[in-house]
């Protein structure tokens, strides 16, 4: 892949990315709602209250209180006292998330996560696909005592700092490359890439071995190597494994490309699996 792909494209342009009022959006009931729903799947189980919930989407506690009501009459949040937690509607939308445009990607992943896991002695392994700039966790397998990771099913990455990002854009079509690197290139830690042209060398990589990786551009302490998910040449999905920087320093970049050979594998079961269009 060359820089020149992307070089009538100057940082922070937007490429087809259709316009919409922003007031409309971010005055609207349902945005709103939607962002609500986004805070409490956060809460993880635990219980919370109008005030955080306020705090937390930035908006009045009146509006707050006004959309945990609606959300607690469809069963969305169920309330003791003052304090609230998921309720049973969020399960049933769990349930129907496995039929989602996902749900197959999901259905097969398991027994290929598993293999990698196991064969490759990584501190975990996810499954993800590209969700706007970001990528989207569909599936994680991680050991209780490995480091801690900031990942987990349902959230989201910016794409550019990930292995599963690099993997999946390596093989997306220029105009993907193209939207997610249109604006400055995020930078989670200071080992990020920023620089636009050096992004794009490291997808030109991927493209040649197969595989991509990402020294602690995500994670202190993490080094992480991801394989796409191909589907007539173009990544649906990646996945990727997480070992701990201090090993590979131990035993040295030898053996990065045996990780980036077993997550190909895996990929390729994965992509196996699923049902032919």
Not at 181 to 195: A, E, K, M, N
Not at 241 to 251: D, Q
Request: hydrophobic share 45%; aromatic share 6%.
């Amino acid at each position: 892949m060359s820089i020149d792909m992307i070089e009538p494209l100057t940082l922070g342009q937007e490429v087809n990315a259709p316009r919409q009022p922003t007031e409309t959006i971010a005055q609207s009931s349902a945005s709103k709602a939607l962002a609500l729903l986004e805070a409490i799947s956060k809460a993880r189980g635990n219980s919370f209250g109008v005030t955080e919930v306020a705090a937390d989407i930035g908006v009045p506690k009146s509006t707050a209180h006004r959309l945990l009501k609606t959300l607690e009459e469809h069963g969305f949040v169920g309330r003791t006292g003052s304090r609230y937690r998921v309720g049973g509607s969020f399960f049933e939308l769990s349930e129907a998330a496995r039929w989602s445009e996902f749900g197959e990607l999901r259905d097969v992943a398991p027994g290929p996560l598993n293999w990698l896991f196991e064969r490759s002695n990584a501190d975990a392994v996810h499954l993800a696909t590209l969700s706007g700039r970001d990528v989207l966790y569909l599936d994680k397998i991680t050991r209780p005592a490995g480091t801690r990771l900031p990942s987990r099913v349902g959230g989201r990455f910016p794409a550019t700092c990930t292995a599963l990002g690099k993997a999946i854009l390596a093989h997306s079509p220029r105009a993907t490359v193209v939207y997610v690197i249109g604006q400055p290139l995020t930078r989670v830690t200071p080992y990020s890439v920023s620089l636009r042209k050096q992004f794009v060398d490291q997808l030109g990589k991927a493209q040649t071995e197969g595989y991509a990786i990402e020294r602690e551009e995500a994670c202190h302490g993490t080094i992480c190597v991801a394989a796409p998910v191909l589907h007539a040449g173009v990544a649906i999905a990646a996945v990727s494994l997480s070992v701990p920087t201090a090993i590979v320093m131990r035993v040295g970049d030898t053996d990065l490309g045996a990780l980036g050979r077993l997550a190909v594998d895996a990929a390729a079961r994965i992509a196996h699996l699923l049902p032919l269009d």
